[in-house]
């Protein structure tokens, strides 16, 4: 079949399917009112990926949460990786303050409980690769990870796609294009952790910013969690928690949350990891009110800290990830890592910054935030590293490797673009789904579960 013809089926096999997003930004009220959808930026055909890689990653998943839920339940470690970042950059700041707080005040969860995703690339440079993988990892999100419930969506697409192009019954393709179950396992692992609350009348609540146009992945995970586990799930708008909010959050004399009449058994937070999010103190404030409470948060401000630059970068450490992991799984983990470097004002930050002006080119400069939309690359790293010469800010910043991914040629689906047509480079990102829940009972901690979910995504 043409590819323009099989573009066209793609983009209504796409808007039939639920692989939607809002066509622009809405407010939470005009999202409730009058949804506009339209599909996501997606690529026509799969993009090649070794399976051996993939079987790797899924492997290692496991190992990844248990890590992170280790480094979370050590706060002295959190404070003090993180205690130079926190002197330049406000938003790390009031994260750990928060943190200090609840551990002066003594507040321990019965429940910990995670859903993460963790990003790789495919690294193109043999003298890159060593014997374990040839998979570097970008970074492990430990707060509102998405797209879990479209990407499995979009893999079925691609199965669809494929036949047509190829004229073969999409069933031929089961083995080479496997379909992840990701909604299904992320609710799996939401389900596990609101029975540990020990309340059937009690509910999930999923924070989200007031304007969203991935509202439909959302819903999907919301629609999981009832139809096969009959848990009901209430989005609510981050301002709206706010004193004197619509749905001003309040704690009970037995610190139950209690969130617009709804006694709040999980906090899942599709948002408040990023400055904007936080427009005003009463923000933060709520921010400390849900980690004195009962609710099981996901993720917990200590799990929050987990994902940011500068732990990824003391776990690269030499001893400091087999401090938190034994075994072979620390040593495949360690295989996926790049070197990085803190970028302090001391010696060893001088000579890091020293690297990134020599050879720009060869290195990324990643703020402590979630996503890459922050980072500097190419020739920028140079006049940010002179730019912050002398200034302490530059310890807010981390300084990565860069990855050499593979380029593969691919068609990328815009709404209106069809008449536009034509095979473009795309860089390929491979993220792994993965959940934990860990109880506490009279002073014995136990994994209750390390929940294993793949997802497969590209970017352009």
């Not at 070197?339 to 000579?351: R, S, V």
């Not at 060869?362 to 006049?383: A, I, T, W």
Request: hydrophobic content about 35%.
């Amino acid at each position: 079949m043409d590819v323009r013809d099989v573009a066209l089926k793609a983009q209504y096999y796409a808007l039939s399917h639920g692989i939607l997003v809002q066509e622009r930004l809405m407010t939470e009220a005009e999202s409730n009112s009058q949804p506009k959808p339209s599909f996501p930026p997606f690529t026509l055909f799969p993009s090649p990926f070794p399976s051996c890689e993939l079987t790797f990653l899924k492997s290692i998943q496991p190992q990844i949460s248990e890590l992170y839920d280790n480094v979370s339940r050590d706060h002295n470690f959190l404070k003090n990786a993180l205690r130079s970042v926190a002197e330049t950059d406000e938003f790390t700041r009031r994260l750990v303050d928060i943190l200090e707080t609840v551990d002066r005040e003594g507040v321990s969860k019965e429940t910990s409980f995670g859903l993460l995703r963790s990003d790789y690339m495919l690294e193109s440079r043999p003298e890159a690769w060593n014997t374990v993988t040839k998979m570097k990892q970008t970074e492990v999100n430990t707060i509102a990870a998405s797209t879990a419930c479209l990407s499995e969506r979009v893999s079925r697409l691609h199965r669809y796609t494929v036949s047509l192009r190829d004229g073969i019954r999409d069933d031929r393709y089961a083995k080479e294009l496997p379909t992840p179950s990701n909604g299904k396992g992320l609710a799996e692992a939401l389900a596990v952790a609101w029975k540990q609350y020990g309340s059937s009348s009690a509910v999930i609540v999923m924070l989200v910013g007031n304007s969203e146009n991935n509202v439909f992945d959302m819903y999907h995970l919301d629609t999981e969690l009832w139809l096969n586990h009959g848990i009901k799930m209430v989005r609510v708008a981050f301002d709206d928690t706010i004193v004197g909010g619509s749905k001003e959050a309040k704690l009970r004399e037995d610190k139950a949350l209690i969130i617009d009449g709804h006694d709040v058994a999980v906090t899942y937070f599709r948002t408040a990891y990023s400055p904007e999010h936080y427009p005003s103190g009463k923000y933060w404030d709520v921010r400390l009110l849900f980690e004195r409470s009962r609710s099981i948060q996901c993720p917990s401000v200590a799990l929050h800290l987990t994902g940011t630059k500068r732990v990824q970068q003391e776990l690269g450490r030499l001893g400091v990830l087999e401090m938190f992991l034994s075994g072979d799984g620390a040593e495949q983990i360690r295989a996926t890592f790049l070197n990085m470097y803190a970028l302090d004002q001391t010696l060893e930050g001088d000579d890091a910054a020293a690297k990134g002006i020599a050879e720009p080119l060869n290195y990324v400069l990643k703020p402590q935030r979630e996503g890459g939309g922050s980072n500097v690359y190419f020739d920028d790293v140079r006049e940010k590293l002179i730019e912050l010469q002398d200034s302490n800010e530059r310890s807010s910043y981390s300084m990565q490797e860069r990855i050499f991914p593979l380029i593969t040629t691919n068609y990328f689906i815009c709404p209106g673009n069809l008449d536009e047509l034509k095979p473009i480079e795309v860089v390929n990102e491979m993220g792994i789904f993965g959940a934990f829940v860990r109880c506490v009972h009279d002073n014995h901690s136990s994994a209750y579960g390390y929940f294993n979910v793949c997802c497969q995504y590209s970017h352009s």
